[in-house]
């Protein structure tokens, strides 16, 4: 009960804090941001946008992990595990994308602009909503559980095609961004390059990491439960 | 174990020209992508930029509309049983990825020389480059939609199902071939590919060590 | 002569989670015709699948071995012949064509009198040139059994042997399982009295059913 009183104060401070604290050029007392040029207020998204991200990424890498496990333990529960971390990783996966690309509109004038980033939430948009095409097709519960599992193994292994390419092919909008040119990092001609945080900007921005990290792992731990109870439940009206 | 994966691969292909399952197919849906294209460019002159992503585009709806024969032909029929008892799994996927490598090879020959006769703006100025991110590219896709023709084939709803789960396994390379061929139509040199190159090479040892790792799981039930 | 042995060790199998049988054990050596008995959907095809490796079992395993030596997975398909009506042979080619191919595939001599005697026992051979597809259900069953010995397995995996057949193929049928008995291991899945009484040892799929 403690840690969930906790995690409310947290992401109400953080909430609070993100949305409601000023951004003045030379920050004085504590709950003052500094602007950034080419951001100004724009900034305070990274508050609730880079923790959506992050959590897309951490939920398909969790969902990989359990299917691998699946793949060797053969237990169903681990499917479960892996199905409740991919279900909340396609939520956070969309809420990522939609913040990201009404930041985009107001920053870069477009919605979309196929930034490396962009493109690469694009792709595991695509590849959840493929892994949910696949298991709503199939009947059985092992072959479902073993064939999403290969197929999440599979789409894992594109990874760090992203990673490497996305920065060559296309031009990176993010701030913060680096692209690479001939093997050389360069700074890219993005309207905000010099991306730097102050202490407590910091300070909430890791703090809202951690509380939403949080959040999701109990979320989690909900999502699965339940699915196993569900199943239980069907189990038993079938006997009777 | 060589031997009888040639074997299934000759199986497959004589069963092919008899049944042709795939094969006609194949071939009209070529022409028609191909003409869908010309029609709606009209008397347009399009970019190299262009012509080289249309090239990809018909090459990935073409293995789309004919790669996943290789599983789906013997789960359709029922013979997979069969092939269960006569061989084991690493047979069967090299024996299929042989089959799919030779039709994707095939498919994308006629697909280039089409391409090349047909669009004005489709010049290649580097052959020797093309020629080996083709052949790069088009062990990749061979690799990649011979594990998903093997996952689908054992779910329902085959044929919509396919490209779904292809496209975003196959978009790093789609993408990085695009470019390449975009970097060969103007003449580049293999300096300037060898990062594009590396990145083909890495995909295609990566998707066939992993589909034939994990092949075991997809087949035995 | 042959000194291949199976071996069950408590074997279980779940589909999702609902139980099929549980905690068989079971062993038979070098030669002879076992049985397995249970009523429709009482998992007697699952057993065999599984005892032919063609699926695995939720927990436990089955063993193959040859004398001492455990027969590995990937070499198992060599060593097993398997008759079942959801077997489907290749209805493109011909019976004698589907025969070249397996043997091929399989990487074994392709042994022509063993195959030639199978055929004129079992009534094929003058149709051995024609497309399975034109065959009858009777004549589709026999040629599995010639898919299932040509390459003489020592683990014949019989499933419902005689469905399809008329009395002239089941006497041809009995006869040929008795020939091969002499060598190998033969497992018959069956609810046909007459099947069952060739069998010298029985499994009762009831009696792994209790999930207490």
Redesign the interface.
Known sequence: MFWKISLFIILAFVSIAGIAFPIVPVPHTWYEFPLIPGLKENAKIIFFHVPTAWLSSIAFLMSTLYSIKY?RKKNLDDDAKSYAAAQLGIIFCILATITGAVWAKFAWGSYWSWDPRQTSIF?LL??Y??WF??RS???SE??RA??S???S???F??VP??V??MP??MIGLHPGAESIE??KVVQTASPVVNFKMNGNMLAIFFLSLIGFTILYFWMWTIGYKSILIKEKINKQSIQE | MN??AY??Y??DL??EL??RYAINALVMFIIVAISVILFSIGNEKISQNLTSGLFWVVIFFSAMSGLARAFVSEEE???S??L?????P??IFS?KLLFNLILVFCMNIIIAILYAALFDSFVINNFALFVVSFILGNIGIAA?ST??AA??S????KGT?YP??S???L???I??VV?LTLLSNQGANFGDAK??LA?VF??DV??LT??YL?FD??W?? | MSNFSIKAVDLSKYFGRRLIFKNLNFEFENCGIMGISGANGSGKSTLV?II?G???PSSGKIIHSNGESEII???L?NY?G?VSP????????SAWENLE??A????VKFNREKIEYLLNKLLLFDRKGDMVKTYSSGMKQRLKFI?ALMHSPMFVILDEPTSNLDSAGKDAVFQIIEEESKSSIVIIASNEESDLKLCSKEIKLEDFKNSK
């Open positions: 793949l792709a695509l590849i909503g493929a095409a696949l097709s199939i009947e092992e072959k073993t064939l599992a290969v197929y193994i599979i789409a292994l594109t095609f992203f490497f390419i060559r092919i001939g093997g | 031997t009888k074997a299934l000759k199986k004589y069963s008899r049944t029929r029922g013979t049983l069969t269960h008892l006569i061989a084991a690493s047979t024996g990649s594990i998903i996952i689908i054992k779910a329902g709803a199902l779904v789960l496209f975003p396994i978009l790093p390379l993408l990085t470019q990062f594009e990145i890495c995909y990566i998707m992993g589909s994990l799981f997809v035995k039930d | 699948k032919a063609i699926i695995s997975y990937e070499k398909h097993i398997f959801y077997l489907v042979l290749y209805e493109e080619f191919y397996f091929e595939i399989r990487d898919f």
